[in-house]
């Protein structure tokens, strides 16, 4: 089982959790952070350092966001592995909580 970055880390992109995960699991694209379900040893260190509160177990996924668990693997698949903390974007307390941002996803 690995963790999984849910729809509220779009246009926020927090790095927080990327400090402290011991296997580089974290792949960046240009507004989100993703989990490599491949990579991700379930250590449980990433949730709670997560600002936006967007990192959960994949068994935790709400129902409404099951879809964030095969677009976490899709795009780390395709993005770069993201291994050290970099500011957050500048918007990223303005869109913290912000509901619907699946939209506003850049690939």
């Known amino acids: 089982m690995a963790y999984v970055v849910l729809e509220n880390c779009i246009q926020c992109k927090y790095t927080d959790c990327v400090e402290v995960c011991p296997v580089d699991c974290f792949h960046e694209g240009p507004n989100f952070l993703v989990i490599d379900p491949d990579e991700c040893i379930d250590c449980t260190l990433c949730e709670p350092e997560c600002p936006a509160e967007a990192i959960v177990s994949e068994d935790d996924v709400?129902?409404?966001?099951?879809?964030?668990?095969?677009?976490?693997?899709?795009?780390?698949?395709?993005?770069?592995?993201?291994?050290?903390?970099?500011?957050a974007l500048e918007n990223a307390d303005e869109m913290n909580g912000v509901e619907g941002k699946l939209k506003y996803l850049e690939r």
Not at 68 to 75: D, S, V
Not at 76 to 87: L, R, Y
């Open 62 to 87: 709400p129902e409404d966001q099951q879809e964030m668990i095969a677009l976490n693997a899709e795009l780390a698949k395709q993005w770069p592995v993201i291994s050290e903390m970099k500011d």
